[in-house]
């Protein structure tokens, strides 16, 4: 499996995947 390079977000444009800022995003909507 390869790593992911990049994410489509809700609005279509392509971001850079960062793995904290992703993790930040799960663990605040795990919390919430």
């Given at each position: 499996?390869?790593p ?12 850079l ?9 799960i ?6």
């Amino acid at each position: 499996m390869e790593p992911i390079k990049e994410v489509r977000k809700r609005d279509g444009k392509i971001a850079l995947f960062q793995k904290e800022k992703i993790a930040e995003a799960i663990f605040k909507a795990a919390a919430a």
